[in-house]
């Protein structure tokens, strides 16, 4: 299983970033984002079930929204209103079976 994530880079506070991440292989139970600050452990962002349903952390309610495409493996995080806070290097997640499975990671610098 491999998951490639595309998106993310620099933007001034207050903007807007997209991600995406393309899973290999079947449709994965759940798929998300984590993040991760320097110095800081790696905390969920957003994850999506395959029937839909969604879990957000409490900072980002209403500014990120997560989605994703079950025929294509593939989920995605648009990312608006942006703050300095939410700079981390952003890591794709699904599971499947149990199992966790993680992307490299992208970094999303939010900076004026």
């Known amino acids: 299983v491999q998951l490639q994530a595309s998106g993310g880079g620099l933007v001034q506070p207050g903007g807007s970033l997209g991600l995406s991440c393309a899973a290999s292989?079947?449709?994965?139970?759940?798929m998300g984002w984590y993040r991760q600050a320097p110095g800081k452990q790696r905390d969920l962002v957003a994850v999506?079930?395959?029937?839909?349903?969604?879990n957000y952390r409490d900072s980002v309610k209403g500014r990120f929204t997560i989605s994703r495409d079950n025929a294509k493996n593939t989920v995605y995080l648009q990312m608006n209103s942006l703050k300095p806070e939410d700079t981390a290097v952003y890591f794709c997640?699904?599971?499947?079976?149990?199992?966790?499975?993680w992307g490299k990671g992208t970094q999303v610098t939010v900076s004026s």
């Open positions: 292989g079947n449709i994965f139970g759940i």
């Open positions: 997640y699904a599971e499947k079976w149990g199992k966790d499975y």
């Open positions: 999506m079930t395959s029937g839909g349903s969604t």
